[in-house]
């Protein structure tokens, strides 16, 4: 049972352009989510979070944004930059004690220069 | 800062064999998390240790896996005997006590296990 989905595997987008990262959850009871970002033969590495009494949160080039009537999330880089290219894992999790995180299948970002 | 380590970082063993991961978190960190991902698939939860103790061990396929935390540093994960479908990227993770709310974690670089 796939609680957190993104459906797109891979983007393409030309450098300085908007990218925009999709990621929808079935379970109700997340109200934390975080984007990871990979790069080949490397770990994930924390990119972004949002808290579910948000509906955006910005940093730099990247911001999330939570539709939590919708259960969709979405990362915006604006601009894109050839370095922005890896794979993009969404995340969600529950507050309170020890709560595991449970990832998306991820979507593979290349930025064209 | 030294970061999260893993070793091997790959490993080709027979089906039958038995395997084991190590993780080396950072330094000071109480949480320790290992994952699992299979080729294009999604990043999966198999266990955490608070210390040495087992928090969560629900994403943990069968007990022919085994993880250890002996005094709460480094942890290993062994797989006995190994399968075909045990191959995969394991990803190990750790955190601070205070990034346990936001899920804020440091992943090492991964063991890519194949199972011929």
């Known amino acids: 049972d796939q609680q957190v989905k993104q459906n797109s595997p891979s983007l393409s987008v030309q450098e300085g352009r908007i990218s925009i990262l999709n990621c929808d959850y079935t379970n109700s009871m997340f109200d934390y989510f975080l984007w990871y970002k990979k790069y080949p033969a490397e770990g994930p590495t924390f990119l972004i979070s949002?808290?579910?009494?948000?509906d955006k949160n910005e940093d730099g080039r990247f911001t999330v944004f939570l539709n939590k009537s919708a259960k969709h999330l979405s990362l915006h880089i604006v601009p894109s930059q050839p370095g922005d290219s890896a794979v993009y894992f969404c995340?969600?999790?529950?507050?309170?004690?020890?709560?595991?995180?449970?990832f998306g299948t991820g979507t593979k970002l290349q930025v064209i220069p | 800062e030294a970061g999260v380590t893993q070793f091997p970082s790959h490993s080709v063993i027979e089906k039958g064999q038995t395997v084991t991961l190590r993780c080396d978190p950072i330094?000071?960190?109480?949480?320790l998390y290992w994952y699992r991902r299979v080729m294009g698939k999604e990043i999966k939860f198999l266990l955490h240790?608070?210390?040495?103790?087992?928090?969560?061990e629900s994403g943990m396929p069968n007990n022919r896996f085994l993880a250890e935390r002996t005094g709460g540093t480094y942890s290993t994960l062994k797989v006995q005997p190994a399968e075909l479908e045990d191959s995969g990227v394991y990803f190990c993770a750790s955190s601070q006590d205070s990034n346990r709310v936001t899920g804020e974690q440091y992943f090492g670089p991964g063991t890519r296990l194949t199972v011929t």
């Open positions: 330094s000071g960190h109480d949480n």
């Open positions: 949002i808290s579910s009494i948000k």
């Open positions: 240790f608070v210390k040495e103790s087992k928090q969560d």
């Open positions: 995340a969600a999790k529950r507050s309170g004690g020890y709560q595991k995180v449970t």
